[in-house]
C-alpha cells in the first residue's frame, strides 16, 4: 500500500479572517513553529509527504527558508493558490490563471522546482480550473472531497465563518470517485470512459471508509481522536492507496493570540495545543505504519507510467 499524506501550508491570516473581523496588520507565520515540527514528526515515521504552498507567503525570505529546507527533506511541494482565494470557483478564468501561475512562480523560485500538482483552497475546484491546470501540464489535482460530511462542513461554513465570499467545493463532488481517476472534461466529479479521452491529468481525491465515506481529514479526526482514527484506519483495509489530508494549523501554537482566541469560541474549533500533537504524533506514526509514505507526484508519475504501457 501506498500512503500519501498532504498538508495545506494555510497560513495564520487565512484562517483569522474566517473567525475574526479584526485581523492582525503583521500577522506570525506558521511557518516558523508548526513547520519545523511537522518535519521532525515526518522524519521520525520515514515520510515524505505534499505539502501546498501558497504563493503569498513566500515573498517572506524567512517562509521562502524554510520551504527550501522541506524541499530539501525530500517533500514535495504543491501549488495550493497564490492569495488562498475562499471563492475559488466563482473567480473568473484569468483571475484562476493569475493564482495558479503567481504561485507556481514563487514555488519555483523559492525551491528551484516548479509544482506539478495544484490543490485549490477550500476544496473549491472545477471543471475550468481543471482545464487550466492540463494546459500548463501539470501531473494531477488534488482536491475532491468525496465525503457527504462535506455537506456538514458547508452548513457550519453558513453559521459560523464570517467572510462573506466563503465557499466550501461544489456538492457534487461526494459523488466523484474515492480513488485516483482522470476526470472528464465538462465533469470533474465523473472519471473519463476510457483512458486519454479525458483531461489528461489525474484527479487523487481525499480518502474515506466506511459506507458513511468517512474522511481521512484531520479537521474532523483531531475532533475524534486517537481511537477513532485507529477505526478508520481498520475500516479502510488494503486499498492500494491511502491519502490523509492535514493543515499546518495543526502543529502552531496558538496560545496567546488572537486568532487562538477566536478558535476557542467557535464551536467545535477550539482544540489544545498539546492534544493536537498527540494526535498528530499518533495520527502520522499509524499512517506510516500502514505502507510506505510518499508523495502524491509518485502516485500520479506511477499512474502515468501504467497508462503508457497499457496503451
Not at 37 to 58: C, K, P, Q, Y
Not at 223 to 228: F, I, K
Amino acid at each position: 500500500m501506498k500512503v500519501c499524506i498532504t498538508v495545506d501550508l494555510d497560513n495564520y491570516q487565512d484562517y483569522e479572517s474566517l473567525v475574526d473581523d479584526r485581523c492582525a496588520e503583521r500577522p506570525p507565520s506558521f511557518y516558523a513553529d508548526a513547520l519545523p515540527r511537522f518535519l521532525d514528526l515526518f522524519e521520525r515515521n520515514g515520510v515524505r509527504a505534499t505539502l501546498f504552498a501558497i504563493g503569498r507567503d513566500l515573498a517572506d525570505p524567512a517562509n521562502r527558508r524554510a520551504l527550501r529546507e522541506a524541499a530539501a527533506r525530500g517533500h514535495e511541494i504543491g501549488n495550493h493558490s497564490y492569495a488562498h482565494p475562499y471563492n475559488f470557483r466563482s473567480l473568473s478564468r484569468a483571475r484562476k490563471a493569475e493564482e495558479i501561475d503567481g504561485a507556481a512562480a514563487a514555488i519555483a523560485d523559492a525551491v528551484g522546482v516548479a509544482p506539478v500538482g495544484f490543490r485549490t483552497p477550500s476544496c473549491d475546484v472545477d471543471a475550468e480550473t481543471l482545464e487550466l491546470l492540463a494546459e500548463r501540464g501539470y501531473l494531477y489535482e488534488s482536491s475532491v472531497f468525496p465525503s457527504p460530511i462535506m455537506w456538514a462542513f458547508m452548513l457550519y461554513g453558513r453559521l459560523f465563518v464570517r467572510r462573506a465570499d466563503y465557499q466550501l467545493g461544489s456538492p457534487l463532488a461526494v459523488l466523484a470517485p474515492a480513488r485516483p481517476y482522470e476526470p472528464r472534461a465538462a465533469r470533474p466529479f465523473r472519471a473519463a470512459r476510457a483512458r486519454g479521452t479525458g483531461l489528461g491529468l489525474l484527479e487523487i481525491p481525499f480518502s474515506v471508509a466506511t459506507p458513511l465515506r468517512i474522511p481521512f481529514y484531520s479537521t474532523l479526526m483531531r475532533r475524534l481522536g486517537p481511537r477513532a482514527f485507529d477505526a478508520l484506519l481498520r475500516a479502510h483495509g488494503e486499498r492500494d492507496l491511502l491519502h490523509a489530508l492535514f493543515h499546518l494549523i495543526e502543529l502552531a501554537d496558538l496560545r496567546g493570540t488572537s486568532l487562538g482566541d477566536a478558535l476557542d469560541r467557535a464551536p467545535g474549533l477550539g482544540v489544545p495545543f498539546e492534544a493536537r500533537c498527540r494526535f498528530l504524533e499518533h495520527a502520522v506514526a499509524a499512517l506510516a505504519r500502514r505502507g510506505q509514505a510518499v508523495p502524491l507526484r509518485e502516485v500520479a508519475e506511477a499512474q502515468r507510467r501504467r497508462d503508457a504501457a497499457a496503451a
